[in-house]
């Protein structure tokens, strides 16, 4: 059982036997040519860079530094260019049966998300696209696997469900846009917004510990694989127009080329899902910054991914008890039942 988390950790802190998971490992040479060990070790509550030196290598267990294992160490908290890392003094592999102490979840409950989306996707007009969904939610793997995916790595929403959660951010802010933009065709831009980064259920594996790339993510990435997915599925089998718009949503939402997309948005459902998604993700990534500021520092480190801010500490929330808790829930969810009852909650919503 942790006593201690990351959150918690304060400069000088002297760690006694604590458990974390390893995140990432590489074996590293320093000035003198003598091996050393930088790690990114982490818990649900968040990740610190740590080192194991030369002079205190014969006092860990190497074999156990591999990613996705979960060590117990002893060492102390510095601080190093503005952020914490951990000296470690000792490190050995243990057998952790808890793991939710070390999976970053959503605030919000997975079933209750889920439905939420089948909700949305049941008040969609267009009957072509209902069935495309309906073919892929009728899946129980691929559910199991999008219930509980991450949106990215590391950069936004980078835990468990986070994919999920990032979709109905976006759906939420698309909706806000019909008062002022009554043309846009609602119906091509949701379905662009689920599908556009559904190709990270094949791209990235988040099954274990940490988040990798699979074979696929690597060769292909998420964008291709997601209009794979789309046409598997029954995408081709839409008017031609209404096909090739939602391929050119998901094919052009990192707008532009030099950020991975193969085509520029040219449509004003394209490039509203560019903005949106980038509204959602960088207001993530901004959060994740102001929450991660040290105590007693006025300014995080300059953030590379959002054009190097740093951001100020008195955005920091007073406490998330302030939040609207009314879908956020505790409980824990369980891989093995993502797929229960969804063949029975299929039929009446896409009726």
């Not at 590391?154 to 933009?181: A, D, N, V």
């Not at 990270?200 to 292909?220: A, F, Q, R």
């Not at 789309?230 to 030099?258: Q, R, V, W």
């Not at 560019?274 to 300059?302: H, Y």
Request: hydrophobic share 40%.
């Amino acid at each position: 059982m942790k006593s201690i988390f990351i959150k918690d950790l304060i400069k000088n802190q002297i760690i006694e036997s604590e458990t974390f998971a390893v995140y990432e490992s590489e074996k590293m040479q320093d000035k003198n040519g003598k091996p050393y060990y930088k790690i990114l070790l982490g818990d649900k509550t968040g990740r610190i860079q740590a080192k194991i030196w030369n002079d205190r290598l014969p006092d860990c267990d190497l074999k156990a530094l591999e990613i996705g294992k979960i060590i117990r160490v002893s060492g102390k908290v510095d601080e190093y260019k503005g952020s914490f890392q951990l000296t470690i003094f000792s490190a050995s592999q243990v057998d952790e049966g808890a793991l939710d102490d070390f999976l970053a979840s959503s605030k919000y409950n997975a079933d209750d998300m889920f439905q939420e989306l089948l909700k949305e996707i049941s008040e969609l007009k267009d009957d072509g696209i209902k069935k495309v969904f309906h073919n892929i939610f009728s899946d129980t793997q691929l559910v199991a696997k999008f219930k509980y995916a991450v949106a990215a790595s590391s950069i936004h929403h980078g835990f468990r469900s986070g994919l999920l959660q990032h979709i109905l951010e976006m759906i939420t802010i698309s909706k806000s846009m019909k008062r002022f933009y009554p043309e846009i065709n609602y119906d091509v831009l949701t379905a662009g917004i689920i599908l556009h980064d559904i190709g990270k259920l094949e791209e990235l594996d988040s099954s274990g510990l940490g988040t990798i790339y699979t074979k696929k993510g690597g060769l292909i990435g998420h964008i291709v694989l997601g209009v794979m997915l789309f046409e598997k599925y029954g995408g081709h089998e839409l008017p031609e127009n209404t096909f090739l718009h939602i391929c050119h949503l998901i094919l052009s939402h990192h707008g532009a080329i030099d950020m991975g997309s193969p085509v520029l948005p040219a449509t004003a459902e394209a490039l509203m899902l560019t903005n949106i998604d980038n509204l959602s993700s960088k207001s993530r990534s901004a959060l994740d910054q102001v929450e991660s500021i040290p105590e007693g520092s006025e300014f995080g480190k300059p953030y590379l991914f959002l054009q190097n801010a740093r951001f100020w500490s008195g955005a920091k929330p007073a406490s998330s008890d302030s939040q609207d808790s009314s879908a956020i829930s505790n409980k824990g969810d369980s891989l093995e039942s993502a797929g229960d009852q969804i063949e029975s909650d299929l039929p009446q919503l896409f009726e």
